[in-house]
Structure formats: structure tokens, C-alpha cells
Antibody
Framework: EVQLQESGPGLVKPSQSLSLTCSVT????????WGWIRKFPGNKMEWMGY???????AYNPSLKSRISITRDTSKNQFFLQLNSGTTEDTATYSC????????????WGQGVMVTVSS | DIQMTQSPASLSASLGETVSIECLAS??????LAWYQQRPGKSPQLLIY???TLQDGVPSRFSGSESGTQYSLEINSLQPEDEGDYFC?????????FGSGTKLEIK
């Protein structure tokens, strides 16, 4: 069974980087596409970006200058780094697998709440 | 970006009833729409993709339909486990975008 689990600090200071890890079990990150999605207070959701089976990436243009998604295939993990955090980055961050045949998410992690505050 | 306007924001229905949730796309997305369910405290679950295709393991009381740029999720014979949040997502064009969600309460 494919399982994803997010981990990382729950509190980040403004101007600092937000760094999260998604650990995947039951499937290799060298197959499919793997994405990050966040849900803001008030429930608006935003697709942040993905890393592909080959390591290529695509990002939401709204974040393009601040975001980086990388991976460690030996640990079967992928990572999110969001630089220059502001209070507007306070959200629940989720990782998910994109299906091979279409850009929809067939497996999700539980999500981790990150607060950006001094 | 493609805007997904989802309605209603919340609804309350009784066991056994049928409910419908709508998503209106700001442009043609050619059936590239997915529906998700998120039960309280759980991760989202894919229900339907390509507007009408039921994901493996999802009960047949869930169904999707489309009319132009309007997409609908129908849930028949509501069960207690159907309580939760539902949201749509267009998978036609990047950036991928989501509806604002619908909170379903079972009375």
C-alpha cells in the first residue's frame, strides 16, 4: 500500500525557510510524479509544485522564486523548501502522488500544520 | 489560472438522502476534473477522476457528471461515513487548481 508521511517543524519564523520532508513507503519516488499542496486557514487550497520520476520539477508560478522541491531516492523521500517565509505561508502542507495518466492525486499524506510567526 | 467555483460551501442532509456538489470551471477543462473526500482527521481520498470515472474501491453511490464547464458530484443513499469535506481539482492545465470545498454534515 502506498503511504506518504509529512514531517518538519510546525513553527517557522518570518523570513526563514520552511522545510518539509515527505517519506514514501510502498512505492518508489523514481516512478510517477510527487507533489506538494497546501491548504490555508479558510480552506483555500494551492498546488505548489511537483518532482517527477526523473527528478525534473514544475512549480506554481505564484511561488516560483521561493520554492524548491528535491528528492533523495536512497531514502525514498522528497522535500519542500519554501524560502523567505511570511505569515501568509501559514497553512497545512500535504504531499501526494500524482497518477501516471493524469494530473490528479491518488495518494495523499495526512498533512502537517506549519505556522509562520515570530 | 483556471478558477474553480465550488458550491455549496456547506450542506446538511439526512441518512439515505441524495446530495449534489457543483464545480464551475472558468474555462473548458475537457473533463479533466477530479473529486476528493476528506474525512475529519484523515488524508484526502480520490473519489472520481476524468469527471466521471470512479476510483477503485469507491462505493458506487458516488457519481460524477458534467455539462459544459459545470461538473457535479452526486452522493446517493448518504451514509454516516460520508460526512466530511469534498473538493474538486482541475487537472487540465498548470497550475493545477482546486475548488474551495464543501463541508457535508450528516444529520
Amino acid at each position: 500500500e502506498v503511504q506518504l508521511q509529512e514531517s518538519g517543524p510546525g513553527l517557522v519564523k518570518p523570513s526563514q525557510s520552511l522545510s518539509l520532508t515527505c517519506s514514501v513507503t510502498g512505492y518508489s519516488v523514481t516512478s510517477n510524479y510527487w507533489g506538494w499542496i497546501r491548504k490555508f486557514p479558510g480552506n483555500k487550497m494551492e498546488w505548489m509544485g511537483y518532482i517527477s520520476y526523473s527528478g525534473s520539477t514544475a512549480y506554481n508560478p505564484s511561488l516560483k522564486s521561493r520554492i524548491s522541491i528535491t528528492r533523495d531516492t536512497s531514502k525514498n523521500q522528497f522535500f519542500l523548501q519554501l524560502n523567505s517565509g511570511t505569515t501568509e505561508d501559514t497553512a497545512t502542507y500535504s504531499c501526494a502522488r500524482l497518477d501516471n495518466s493524469g494530473y490528479y492525486f491518488d495518494y495523499w499524506g495526512q498533512g502537517v500544520m506549519v505556522t509562520v510567526s515570530s | 489560472d483556471i478558477q474553480m467555483t465550488q458550491s455549496p460551501a456547506s450542506l446538511s442532509a439526512s441518512l439515505g438522502e441524495t446530495v449534489s456538489i457543483e464545480c464551475l470551471a472558468s474555462e473548458d477543462i475537457y473533463s479533466n476534473l477530479a473529486w476528493y473526500q476528506q474525512r475529519p482527521g484523515k488524508s484526502p481520498q480520490l473519489l472520481i477522476y476524468y469527471a466521471t470515472t470512479l476510483q477503485d474501491g469507491v462505493p458506487s453511490r458516488f457519481s460524477g457528471s458534467e455539462s459544459g464547464t459545470q461538473y457535479s458530484l452526486e452522493i446517493n443513499s448518504l451514509q454516516p461515513e460520508d460526512e466530511g469535506d469534498y473538493f474538486c481539482q482541475q487537472s487540465y492545465k498548470f497550475p493545477l487548481t482546486f475548488g474551495s470545498g464543501t463541508k457535508l454534515e450528516i444529520k
